[in-house]
């Protein structure tokens, strides 16, 4: 196998939420996708678009009407090997109470490896390495209730990496939590990606696209448009019309650029547009003055 | 004589008394919100927001202080809590999970209808109400709610409170996980409903774009209390204040604030992209 061999395979995917006998909503229309080892792919979409619909196709939490979805060349279809697909690739969903089962942190990391049936002393080292990696050791013998939006979320993740996942599915993971709540978790996410795991997030938050290998735009079930988030976001008036957005940081830019010509209108961080005030600054002083 | 419409005075609540888990999540709590003001209410998780307007329906009592909601006294036992629950629509931060009906149409209605308000005026709001939240009542109010993304419940939770015709909207994070267009939509409709309805409303919010963008003025809480108010311009350009209260800041007041920390003289109070740009322009074609 080599290492551009997809970790997740989505072929010629349809899928409808059946209304009743005679009338189906249609959510996905044959979308194909791939997704590679070590990616961050950033999908984004309007409300109803079938962005989640889709990031629940990858972990066979929903099965395709038509088409099919591979993990590791394993068919989501096949429910006898269900468990190794979902422990190949983890989900950490919107609602932060709604992904804790237990009533202490490391309990509830370990709730997963249980049913896996994994022995107590590698349990322990995987909750360990896991607690670290989303830094919420200080707190594993705490009840969760009483952590805040983001630090349950940590915690949802830290269940997820003890089962040694190659992939992360994120669907909306940071749209209830707070800045702080947030930037954690986009640093856990930051630095999980850098060691080496995949990540698929599903987001409404520009920003957070810009950090992103690559961007995928639903419109309507389909994929209407792909690349990196710089090429994606230099589509302004098109992800207007398909109710999206860039980051304030290109707005800013193109605002910029509309009266400064030599100002770059194509940034997509804060960074950049800083960089690139610095850059002008510097070129208008050394042209006029010495 | 008075323009107030919501008066909180010295309000403190302790969750679990007597306990030894007690914890005071609001301490001596002032607020006073004028007739077709919109306030938002920002601070960091814990920071006691959502404890405080929970008190605004009624939906919490006062333990101690004073909560006054358009001449309805909240700590008066014999209050008509369903009249004081008409004027102040409370929309919670999960508004998805309070959908209870089969159909979009039906669960709009419910409020309405349970007011006794004869069937052709029920339509009449639930339509209104829809087209507010931009949802199209001949596409979706027959559509199950089971089927609707994450941000279409939400539009329909808050179509339902504002079928009720409240006089106070409060809610709870109102734009979390809709996309950017909804999001802009129906800011700009709660906006037009402040402004040309005089609907006075309160909004907690994280988003600091969104507080930018239509609050008029801002309290800011900390540790249950309430640590200032001011219009977003003097609490976005107070960096010691974000920081001493880890308030994130709007992303265009982020570029300004990392100009300033290079040595650029920038207006950090600057909080529209359209302002931030101008900021840079006068920096650049100096």
Redesign the interface.
């Known amino acids: 196998m080599t290492t551009n061999h997809p970790i997740i395979r989505v072929e010629n995917v349809s899928f409808s ?1 059946k ?1 009743n006998q005679d009338q189906q ?1 249609p959510v996905l229309q044959n979308v194909s996708l791939d997704v590679f080892p070590g990616e961050y792919l950033a999908i984004i ?5 079938g962005k ?1 619909t889709l990031s629940k196709h990858l972990n066979g939490i929903l099965t395709p009407g038509t088409g099919d979805v591979y993990v590791n060349d394993i068919n989501t279809r096949d429910r006898e090997r269900i468990y190794e697909v979902r422990s190949q690739v983890g989900m950490v969903f ?2 932060p109470d709604n992904q804790i089962v237990a009533t202490i942190v490391e309990d509830d990391v370990a709730f997963g490896l249980e049913n896996i049936g994994i022995a107590a002393q590698e349990m322990k080292e995987r909750i360990d390495t896991s607690l670290e990696a989303v830094g919420m050791n200080a707190f594993r013998h705490r009840p969760p209730h009483h952590l ?3 630090q349950k979320q940590r915690i949802a993740i830290a269940g997820i990496l003890a089962m040694r996942p190659r992939c992360i599915v994120l669907d ?1 993971a940071t ?7 947030r ?1 954690d978790i986009l640093a856990v996410i930051r630095k999980l990606h850098k060691e080496g795991m995949t990540i698929v997030t599903v987001t ?1 938050h ?2 957070e696209v810009a950090e992103a290998d690559r961007v995928v735009v639903m419109e309507a079930g389909q994929i209407v448009l792909q690349g990196t988030p710089r090429e994606v976001f230099a589509h302004q008036e098109r992800l ?1 019309e398909l ?3 860039v ?3 290109s ?2 830019a193109a ?2 650029h509309q ?2 010509e030599s ?1 770059s209108p194509n940034l997509i961080a ?2 950049e ?2 960089e690139e ?2 850059r ?2 510097i070129n ?1 002083a050394e042209a006029s003055g010495t | 004589m008075t323009n107030t419409i919501v008066e909180v005075t010295e309000l403190s609540h302790v969750y679990m008394q007597g306990t030894p888990l007690a914890h005071q999540a609001l301490d001596r709590v002032s607020i006073q919100v004028a007739r077709g003001e919109c306030i938002a209410i920002i601070g960091h998780t814990g920071s006691g927001k959502s404890t405080l307007i929970q008190h605004l329906n009624g939906l919490m009592r006062p333990q101690s202080g004073k909560v006054v909601v358009n001449g309805l006294d909240v700590s008066d036992p014999k209050i008509d809590i369903r009249l004081l629950r008409r004027q102040v629509g409370l929309v919670f931060q999960n508004p998805e999970d309070q959908l209870f009906e089969k159909l979009v149409g039906d669960d709009i209605a419910y409020g309405p209808f349970k007011m006794g308000l004869p069937i052709a005026e029920v339509k009449e709001r639930v339509e209104w109400a829809m087209e507010i939240v931009g949802l199209s009542f001949d596409e979706m109010k027959d559509r199950p709610t089971f089927a609707l993304s994450g941000g279409q419940k939400r539009k329909v939770a808050l179509a339902g409170m504002l079928a009720l015709r409240p006089h106070v909207l409060v809610l709870d994070e109102p734009t979390a996980g809709l996309d950017p267009r909804s999001r802009n939509e129906l800011l700009q409709r709660i906006q037009k409903l402040n402004q040309e309805e005089r609907l006075t409303v309160i909004f907690v919010s994280h988003n600091m774009e969104e507080v930018a963008q239509l609050a008029e003025r801002v309290y800011v809480m900390a540790n249950g209390q309430i640590a200032c108010d001011g219009t977003p311009r003097q609490i976005f350009g107070n960096s010691l204040l974000l920081r001493e209260h880890h308030i994130g800041t709007p992303e265009a007041v982020d570029i300004l604030y990392q100009l300033r920390e290079h040595g650029y003289a920038v207006d950090t109070g600057a909080f529209l992209p359209e302002e931030a740009a101008a900021e840079i322009l006068n920096l650049i074609k100096r």
């Not at chain 1, 979409?45 to 678009?49: E, Q």
């Not at chain 1, 749209?175 to 709540?181: A, E, Q």
Request: charge should be negative; charged fraction near 10%.
């Open positions: 939420y209304v909503i979409g309007h409300n109803g678009s989640s919107q609602h805040s939006g983001g909306e749209s209830m939590l707070d800045s702080n709540g930037q409404h520009m920003s207007q109710h999206l957005d980051p304030d940081a707005r800013i605002l910029v009266n400064w100002f804060n960074e547009v800083v005030v610095q002008h600054v208008q």
